[in-house]
């Protein structure tokens, strides 16, 4: 999975240019706590589940 841009845009709930998440060069979503876009993954959300995972600490 790759992210393309990053920054504060996945925290702004008002953004319609939220980073951009690719898997296996296929667009999936986006990160963004903008509850309006669809395909949304929220970014509090994925750092819990990567903690979880023992992904990152």
């Known amino acids: 999975m790759a992210l393309l841009n990053n920054g504060v845009k996945s925290y702004n709930p008002n953004t319609l240019t939220p980073p951009v998440i690719y898997l296996r060069g296929e667009k999936i979503g986006c990160l963004s706590k903008n509850v309006n ?6 970014p ?11 992904l990152f600490d």
């Not at 876009?37 to 929220?42: K, Q």
């Not at 509090?44 to 023992?54: E, F, G, H």
């Open 37 to 42: 876009l669809t395909n949304r993954v929220d």
């Open 44 to 54: 509090d959300v994925l750092n819990d589940w990567m903690i979880s995972q023992r």
